[in-house]
């Protein structure tokens, strides 16, 4: 068993063709194929079902799977760990965010980033806050950057506060409160509003800050992102409420300042475990450490 049959059978598994899989891989599919079955002579166990429509993995190729994935990442980490040791930062950065942070100019930062690391390959994951939590929790994600509501703590990972500020009513031109320079938040029960799904952390920035004021509000249209909430604003299906700094990109609207309105944390999470040299000078750049590995490869 070497790393490049489990190379071959992730790709398969992944495209769920050995042509495909093949392409990716770059080799005819004779080779792939011949490896795959290789390995499964040692193995003792077909890890695929092949019929002349579909290729699907079989129970021992599900239980394969996950071990194979687990040992090719070990041996890129190991590759990295050799590359930061001589001073040279390599491997993969996988970041997550939030469609809506401000904190932090993440495609600038992640622009320098490959300008000062040009072996790293990087990868950008967006998502809700939860799921993202979830991701560097499990190892898919090396950091992310998320919006909760003030006193939100992540478990599982490690996490530092970049900024705080509050939300902004999102009106269309028409709307009544267009020419409002502020507004109460008890003005705004009796509006009809477009936000996020219900038990999110999105969404609870808000909830949170009408129930502190004893007050009700009528969620009419929930959406998972911020285009097709600006469109429903602009066509005056409801109001939202939005961080003040990301509303204020937002063309064809107006923003209106909320008193007692909605506050947001935006936090970035990272493992709780010892990041890779990648993920270290990520961290670096946003003043989280200065790994040893990082400042020798950036020629500190």
């Known amino acids: 068993m070497d790393l490049q049959q489990m190379r071959y059978v992730l790709a398969v598994a992944d495209t769920a063709s050995f042509t495909r899989a093949a392409a990716r891989c770059h080799v005819v599919q004779s080779a792939l194929s011949h490896q795959v079955a290789r390995l499964e002579k040692e193995l003792g166990a077909r890890l695929f079902e092949r019929t002349s429509r579909r290729v699907r993995l079989t129970a021992a190729g599900e239980a394969f799977l996950p071990a194979a994935r687990q040992a090719l990442e070990a041996a890129e980490r190991a590759r990295a760990e050799v590359a930061a040791a001589a001073g040279e930062i390599r491997g993969k950065l996988v970041v997550g965010a939030i469609p809506t942070v401000t904190a932090v100019d993440l495609p600038g930062v992640l ?90 952390a999105a969404r609870a920035q808000s909830d949170e800050a009408f129930a502190a004021a004893g007050l009700r509000r009528e969620v009419a249209f929930e959406v998972s992102g911020v285009e097709l909430m600006s469109r429903l604003v602009r066509h005056g299906l409801g109001i939202a409420l939005l961080p003040a700094a990301f509303a204020a990109e937002l063309h064809g609207l107006r923003t209106v300042p909320v008193t007692d309105g909605p506050v947001r944390e935006e936090r970035l999470v990272w493992s709780r475990f010892a990041p890779s040299p990648a993920a270290s000078a990520f961290l670096a750049l946003l003043g989280i450490g200065a790994p040893a590995a990082a400042e020798s490869a950036a020629g500190t």
Request: glycine share 12%; charged share 25%; proline share 6%.
């Open 111 to 200: 622009g320098g980033y490959r300008l000062r690391y040009p072996q790293v390959r990087i990868s950008l994951r967006a998502g809700s806050s939860e799921r993202l939590v979830e991701q560097v929790r499990d190892g898919g994600l090396d950091a992310a950057l998320i919006g909760v509501p003030p006193g939100f703590r992540a478990q599982g990972v490690r996490d530092q506060e970049l900024a705080q500020g509050r939300h902004v009513a999102v009106v269309a031109p028409g709307h009544p409160l267009a020419a409002e320079r502020e507004v109460d938040i008890r003005l705004l029960a009796d509006e009809v509003f477009v936000d996020f799904a219900d038990g999110s």
